[in-house]
Structures are given as C-alpha cells and as structure tokens.
C-alpha cells in the first residue's frame, strides 16, 4: 500500500505563487488526464498509495496536536515551548497548517474525477479506490471543520487557472453536508468485506464509525445511534478484546484485533520516524508532555480500590522505574513526583532484555507506530454518550462497565453516580474514554464536543499561570477553543484575508 509517491505539483502554479504548497499542494487537471498518467490500474494503484502517504502526512503529528496536547491528558515536561500547555498557541506554529490535510483531499479530489473514466476499467476495477477516496476526504473535512470551523471546500480538481486557486471559507453547515454525501457514496462504494488486511485502508466500517463521529460532534443522538443500530449492530467480527494483554495487542499489531477498524500504516523503512513518539515517549530524547497527574492518580486508585486492577496503567505509563527485576512494585500516586511518568508506551512491546523496565520505550528515531483512527470502543462509548442523552444511563453505564472488564477493573459505574443525573453520567463516560484512549488524539475533541472545554481547562489554566508566576487568566477567549489557521495560508489565498479565527492574527 505504501510508496514514496510525491504529489505532482505543476511548474507554473510553483512559479507565479509563492506559497502555492503551503495552501493545497494542488497540481493542474490538464496536467493529468487520461492519456498522460491515468491509463491504467496500476496508475490507480499508484494514485491511491501516494494518497495514504499524503493521510500519513496529514495525521502524523496533527493527530496529537489537534486531538490530545491541548487537553488535560499531559503535564509538560518543561521541553515544550509552552503554547499549548498554556493555551498561548499562535498562528506561526507550523503544527496548525492544514497542507497535508488539503493535500490529501485533493488526491482524494483526483481519484473521484479520474478513476472511473480510465480506459478499459469497469466499475469493479475502479469502485473501491473511489469509495476509499470519498471516505479519506469525509475524514479530511471532518478534522478540518473540529479543528479550524468554517474551512475552504473544494471537492474538484484545480483545472490550473490561477485566478481559481484562491478559495473561501464555507460554512460548517455546508461543509458537514457534504462530509455526509461522501459518507453515503464512500458507503456505497466500499467493498462491504472487511478483512484484517483492510484494516490500514478506509473501509466500509470505518465510514460508521466516521458517520457516527460526525452526528455525535452535532449532538444528533438518535442518528448516531442509528448508525450503531443499523451497522456495527448487525456486523459480525468486532468485539472488545478480552483481556488486559489483547488490549495492548491493538497497538502492536492492529490487524490481528478483533477491536480494531481503522488504522494509519506506518513502516520506519519507508516512512522514517513517526513523531509521534517525540512528543509523548521518546527513548531517546526529551520528551516535552508526560501523563498527566490526573491520569496517573485515577489509575493507581483503581490499584488500591480492592475491585481489580486496570490493566491499562501498566500498557500505557511508562514502567521504566516502576518496575524491578521484572516485577511491579508497591506504587502509590507520590510516584508521579519522585519517579516520574515521562514516557507513554501504548505502542511499545515487551524488552526481553530489560532489568529495570518492562516496555521497550520508542525511539523518535526508529518509532512504527500505527496510530489508531477508529476502534470498536469508541464507538461503544460513543453510543453510551448518546443512550445517556437520549434518558437510558444505566444502559449507557453498563457499556462503560464493560469496557473496564476487559481489563480487569470491576467496578461497577451503575452505584458510582446518581443516574437521573445526566451531566454526572456523562462525566463518568468522559473519564473513560479519557483513560481508554490516551495519546490516540481523542480527547480535545471530547471536550469540545460536550462543551466542557472551559470547565475542565479553566482551572487547569490558572494552576499552570500560578505556578509560572504569570498572570492568572484561566482559559480566556472561548475563540480559543478552535485553532488558528497557520499564518502561511493568508500569503498563499488572498480570499482568507480578514478571515483568521478570533482572536487569533494572521501572522
């Protein structure tokens, strides 16, 4: 699936744009037709390859930067610069570009128009590139409008005018309706097997899971469940993983679980390192987030709380001083302090060698890392979300109650909260989703999404500006909530002057 293919950028967009890269990255139609590049399937192969390498681009870093850095998941290890742990983030960060992200829809812009009208293809040549492409974009559009809100919507070709490259925001109303139309023709589309090998490429699963997102990010309750109801539902195969030990087997080898949908492909052969590792748990350098306190005291509760173990604190944090001669010691949440949780290692295997650790702890110079995008506990919690919205929270609960079995903790979420009330309810499936996908880029989003970015941030905030000796200003601005669009996208499309996120500047 994967190759080096570097997108076609033509001369003349190169030469009288400066910054023409820096928008789209996007290559003339002219420069593409038929009898040029698409001529056979192989081409669409091909086609189709450089599209998951622009994905990677596009999810590489940005999973966590979009999805996770920002939120109470991670305390600093004084090796960032410092902007998002102090909600300072500026539009000359590099990291809230969307290029990959828009150079990935425009592939996947490519492969709608041109595939089905290459030579001597039929439908079942071409249908499931095609299908593939309209849910990669659904998915681009999805992070864009979480991300940035009203974003440019561009569902053609460039057709190599220049006069057309510059392109407005469209709204987020718009935008949602056409995430939905690929969704539908993504599902129409897809081969309907969903094999262990298709794990790597968007697949009809994944476009549920994406559709169920997507009405759960607009608080359509129902429709989500809808989406549960009408396809997970009814689809044999996927399952929560048994045990604490398969759990941390969906990040070490994703096509082999039974949870698992939707993974980004990483080979450090081809790809070179993956950054993600880095950021939240190098070997081999300093990281600049580790866990947050937060996190690490509610795991070693749940240690002491006589009702089993959550496996998850041993799969995730790193053991490098928690463990001695191969056996866990006596831990309590001083820990945090005097030992020091600087690594994540969710995708880090067994060291058969270590002595005084238990994980292998990634190196950012030689990480695989296949990030997870979608996963079959995040659409049971979603669902749980959207039950307790809809008035049944003991049913909602129960889900959460098994999503922490297959882990070993057996506390019963029914008896921990009064469940006529829905906000306490829905706090309980927040934290479990908080602990369940740390550093898979999930929960920014579900702050934002629940509209609790302000009550969890807030005082988080002032703690961090106290203890720096700054003005206390808690979260601030609420425009803040979304990102800036990266300073470089206003030289290179003049039709974004004036239209920065507030209270952002444009440079």
């Known amino acids: 699936m994967k190759n080096n293919i570097k997108y076609l950028i033509s001369a003349a967009c190169l030469l009288m744009v400066s910054g023409c890269n820096d928008f789209l990255d996007r290559a003339p139609l002219s420069e593409m037709s038929p009898t040029t590049f698409f001529s056979s399937k192989g081409d669409m192969k091909t086609w189709t ?29 004084s090796y960032d610069d410092g902007k998002a742990y102090m909600n300072a983030i500026e539009s000359t960060q590099s990291q809230y570009s969307w290029e990959s992200l828009y150079g990935t829809i425009d592939r996947c812009n490519v492969a709608i128009e041109r595939f089905p009208n290459i030579p001597g293809l039929v439908q079942n040549d071409w249908s499931d590139y095609v299908g593939q492409a309209y849910g990669l974009r659904a998915l681009m559009y999805f992070y864009a409008i979480r991300v940035w809100g009203d974003v440019p919507l561009i569902t053609k070709p460039w057709d190599g005018d220049i006069n057309s490259y510059a392109v407005e925001r469209t709204a987020v109303a718009d935008i949602k309706a056409q995430i939905l139309s690929d969704i539908a023709s993504s599902i129409e589309y897809l081969n309907s097997n969903v094999t262990s090998d298709r794990k790597y490429y968007f697949n009809r699963s994944a476009a549920w899971a994406l559709k169920m997102d997507l009405h759960m990010w607009f608080r359509e309750y129902q429709l989500a469940l809808d989406c549960y109801t009408n396809y997970f539902a009814k689809t044999t195969g996927y399952t929560l993983v048994g045990n604490a030990a398969d759990w941390k087997k969906m990040f070490l080898a994703p096509a082999e679980s039974s949870e698992t949908i939707f993974n980004m492909n990483w080979f450090y052969d081809v790809d070179g390192s993956h950054p993600w590792a880095q950021r939240v748990g190098a070997s081999n350098t300093n990281n600049p987030y580790k866990m947050s306190e937060g996190i690490f005291t509610e795991f070693v509760t749940r240690l002491h709380s006589g009702k089993g173990v959550d496996g998850r604190f041993w799969n995730v944090m790193d053991t490098v001083k928690l463990w001695n001669s191969g056996s866990k010691v006596p831990i309590s949440t001083s820990h945090w302090t005097v030992a020091g949780i600087e690594k994540c290692v969710k995708y880090s295997d067994v060291d058969p060698t270590a002595t005084t650790s238990y994980w292998t702890v990634l190196s950012s110079s030689n990480a695989d890392v296949d990030i997870s995008i979608y996963r079959y506990a995040d659409i049971l919690l979603l669902r749980a979300e959207a039950l307790n919205q809809l008035g049944q929270p003991s049913e909602a609960l129960q889900i959460v109650n098994d999503i922490r079995k297959r882990v070993g903790y057996l506390a019963d979420a029914t008896v921990e909260v009064d469940l006529n009330d829905k906000k306490a309810v829905e706090t309980i499936i927040l ?77």
């Not at 599209?51 to 596009?58: I, K, M, R, S, V």
């Not at 800036?484 to 206003?490: A, G, H, L």
């Open 431 to 507: 934290n479990e989703r908080q602990l369940e996908f740390i550093a898979e880029g999930k929960r920014w989003f579900d702050l934002v999404r629940t509209g609790r970015v302000v009550e969890v941030m807030d005082p988080i905030l002032r703690a961090r500006q106290q203890a720096a000796g700054v003005t206390v200003t808690g979260f601030g601005d609420e425009g803040r909530i979304l990102f800036p669009i990266y300073y470089r996208e206003f030289e290179s499309n003049l039709k974004l002057k004036g239209h920065q996120n507030p209270p952002y500047t444009e440079g």
């Open 49 to 77: 390859a450089g599209t998951y390498d622009e994905f990677q681009n596009a999810l590489d870093l940005e999973h966590l930067e979009w999805g996770d850095i920002r939120s109470d998941n991670y305390h600093t290890t």
